[in-house]
């Protein structure tokens, strides 16, 4: 006589299968788009809690606001993925908007940014090299820097006769573009070229597959016969380039200076790429992950705005979000 096998109950394999296969699942789902999931379920929040931000006008004005971020994210990225950290990102981004402004009247608009930008790199270089041939830590290295150009800023530029902002600098951020219906400010296409091409560099060259090696396997990249100090070096001399790059375009975009116009991306700039899925030890990261991580951060920015918590506790936020994923990194290490 035929047996009719029983259906399974509830906590035996078979759930213990559906939970492994959800968990295969989420693993197959990029880190890259976690963050963008993440920023789509604030933007639903931030419409639901005031129904005027979920707009394309808001969604644009808080992409304006991110693509700045992220594009003084993206530097940070590759130190980031080499193993290292850039902290003077704050400073180099004033010492290169005041060369830029200081410059423009005797070099005109193109040889003021290429100043600005070479002042950046220059930075990156100082920093790279102390770092790959002395062996010093990037942090202290890097904060180190940071107060001494933030010295250089107080000593060299006065702020009084800097207040003239080239209109190249602003049509290539606050200028508005028809797009669908709605305005959008010039550099959140500027800003996505920009990343886009450095994914691709990443993506698409040794360069870029040595960068992810050297960040997860200095030795083995060694023995490999990478030039490690030179590609750190490189990176450094790129995060410095493309810091300056970003203060730049905060200048256009702000059209104003100050002293501290660079601090809040300090804590900007880490935030962004870990939350776009870098592993702060170095060997991961994407350009795409660290646009994503700036969508949040920018809604997180839009969202305190409406509660009208202020700046502190936007800078807060941002902490607590670094020191969560910075632990979060740490717990899987020791697992």
């Known amino acids: 006589m035929s047996t009719v096998a029983a259906p399974p109950r509830p906590g035996t394999d078979t759930d213990g299968d559906a939970q492994h296969r959800l968990t295969e699942a989420l693993r197959r789902v990029p880190a890259a788009a976690w963050p963008l ?50 902290l003077s990102v ?15 009247d005797g070099l005109g608009a193109f040889g003021a940014f290429v100043a600005a930008i070479a002042a950046g790199a220059v930075v990156g270089l100082v920093n790279g090299t102390i770092i790959a041939k002395l062996s010093l830590s990037p942090i ?10 933030f010295g250089v800023v107080l000593l060299t530029f006065d702020f009084s006769q800097l207040t003239d902002i080239p209109r190249f600098a602003s049509d290539i951020t606050s200028a508005k ?28 060259t040794g360069w870029g597959r040595a960068l992810f090696l050297v960040g997860a396997a200095p030795d083995v990249a060694r023995l490999a016969g990478q030039p490690v100090d030179r590609i750190r070096i490189t990176a450094y001399m790129l995060s410095g380039a493309l810091a300056a ?49 700036a969508l949040v951060l920018g809604q997180v920015a839009t969202l305190v705005a409406v509660a009208n918590l202020g700046v502190n506790i936007q800078q807060l936020i941002y902490g607590v979000i670094i020191l969560f994923v910075v632990a979060l990194y740490g717990r899987r290490a020791r697992a």
């Open 37 to 86: 999931v993440v920023f789509a379920l604030l933007f639903l929040i931030g419409g639901i809690v005031r129904p005027n931000l979920l707009t394309l006008e808001a969604l644009w004005s808080t992409a304006a606001f991110a693509m700045i971020v992220a594009i003084a994210s993206s530097g940070q990225t590759l130190a980031v993925i080499q193993g290292g950290i850039d």
């Open 177 to 204: 573009i028809a797009f669908l219906g709605t305005e959008v400010a010039a550099v959140v296409p500027v800003g996505l070229g920009l990343l886009l091409a450095l994914q691709a560099l990443l993506s698409w």
């Open 90 to 104: 704050p400073n180099t981004v004033t010492l290169s908007a005041l060369t830029f402004l200081s410059a423009v």
């Open 140 to 149: 202290v290295t890097t904060i180190a820097m940071n107060g001494f150009l």
């Open 245 to 293: 790059f970003a203060g730049i375009v905060i200048v256009g975009f702000y059209a104003q200076t100050s002293t501290g116009m660079g601090a809040p991306y300090l804590l900007g700039s880490v935030a962004a790429v870990v939350v776009g899925g870098a592993s702060i030890f170095g060997g991961r990261g994407s350009m795409i992950g660290t646009l994503g991580g």
